[in-house]
């Protein structure tokens, strides 16, 4: 059974960082691209940072450049996300997924996801 679980997620002010981890269970993990997602209240969901099955290529939405890392770790199956310089706007649920894939960056809805992890930045 595959399991997707996100932590991290928490109240910070602005500027301030967060790291946030998924842990994937049930799955080859060198298999899977990766990413993270976030939802807003009234927004649709966005993808904020994907990474490839073996680390190589990695993507990250334009808002987040530069402020965000994203990082895999196959011993542990582990993801994770290093948000700083956080902004108001960066406050979203903010989930995990994994799809099995070698060609494709981002996960879709076909993959697997978790039930997120809410960060809040304050103004």
């Known amino acids: 059974q595959v399991q997707v679980v996100e932590s991290g997620g928490g109240l910070v002010q602005t500027g301030g960082s967060l790291r946030l981890s998924c842990t994937a269970s049930?799955?080859?993990?060198?298999?899977?691209?990766m990413g993270w997602f976030r939802q807003a209240p009234g927004k649709e969901r966005e993808e904020v940072s994907c990474i490839s099955w073996n680390g190589d290529s990695t993507y990250y939405v334009n808002s987040v450049k530069g402020r965000f890392t994203i990082s895999r770790n196959s011993a542990k199956n582990t993801l994770s996300l290093q948000m700083n310089s956080l902004k108001p706007e960066d406050t979203a649920m903010y989930y995990c997924?994994?799809?099995?894939?070698?060609?494709?960056?981002?996960?879709?809805?076909?993959?697997?996801w978790g039930q997120g992890t809410q960060v809040t930045v304050s103004s």
């Open positions: 997924a994994a799809q099995k894939s070698r060609w494709r960056l981002c996960p879709s809805d076909q993959g697997y």
């Open positions: 049930g799955l080859t993990f060198d298999d899977y691209a």
